[in-house]
């Protein structure tokens, strides 16, 4: 059973950098079928993918965050990061940490989450 | 980017009562790259529906997927007191990944 973890600070402030971290446990962040995912969802609203990282290093952003995020992952701890930097009070949201995962049959790739984190509340604020 | 427009907002039903939700994509979706998540109050989403109507694991089938193109459909046969919760699609066609609006299936 893959479980995923979230930590990081729950208040930051306008203009600075919000960093989390996921740990994974009953899985790997080195395996190369698993796409290891950052999700936002602000109070009340809907998801948002931020970006992943996939075969220890590869990594793809969504282009409406691309410029102030960074995704990266530590294979000696079993973890990936979240940076995001210049945040607003439009970044307050719970963030996820969850894995996106793919499966081959008959000559096709599903993709799904199959695994999230709880969910971490962070906010922006002075 | 595609966009997946879920409706209606909100479902107002009874236990016991039919459930359809749609999922709307801007353009053509390959069935397989089609999923559905539930979510509850204060908790992370949760795989119900992939490939558009591939039961996940321990999902109930009570719960069913259907649909293509740009259509796709989450059906709950009989709502049980626990399926009241938002629903979300989500697409990996094509990048960035996007997730629809979101359905919210309250008690009438």
């Known amino acids: 059973q893959v479980q995923l973890q979230e930590s990081g600070p729950g208040l930051v402030r306008p203009s600075e950098t919000l960093s989390l971290t996921c740990t994974v446990s009953g899985g790997s962040v080195s395996s190369g079928s698993d796409y290891w995912s950052w999700i936002r969802q602000p109070p009340g609203k809907g998801l948002e993918w931020i970006a992943y990282?996939?075969?220890?290093?590869?990594?793809n952003y969504n282009p409406s965050l691309k410029s102030r995020v960074t995704i990266s992952v530590d294979t000696s701890k079993n973890q990936f990061s979240l940076k995001l930097s210049s945040v607003t009070a439009a970044d307050t949201a719970v963030y996820y940490c969850?894995?996106?995962?793919?499966?081959?049959?008959?000559?096709?790739?599903?993709?799904?989450?199959?695994?999230w984190g709880q969910g971490t509340l962070v906010t922006v604020s002075s | 980017e595609i966009v997946l427009t879920q409706s209606p907002g909100t479902l107002s039903l009874s236990p016991g009562e039919r459930a359809t939700l749609s999922c709307r994509a801007s353009q053509s979706v390959s069935s397989n790259y089609l999923a559905w998540y539930q979510q509850k109050r204060g908790q992370a989403p949760r795989l119900l529906i992939y490939?558009?109507?591939s039961r996940a694991t321990g999902i109930p089938d009570r719960f069913s997927g259907s649909g293509s193109g740009t259509d796709f459909t989450l059906t709950i046969s009989r709502l049980e007191p626990e399926d009241f919760a938002v629903y979300y699609c989500?697409?990996?066609?094509?990048?960035?990944?996007?997730f629809g609006g979101g359905t919210k299936v309250e008690i009438k």
């Open positions: 989500q697409q990996y066609d094509s990048s960035p990944l996007t």
């Open positions: 969850a894995r996106l995962t793919y499966y081959y049959d008959s000559r096709r790739y599903y993709y799904y989450f199959d695994y």
């Open positions: 490939g558009a109507s």
């Open positions: 990282i996939y075969n220890s290093g590869s990594t």
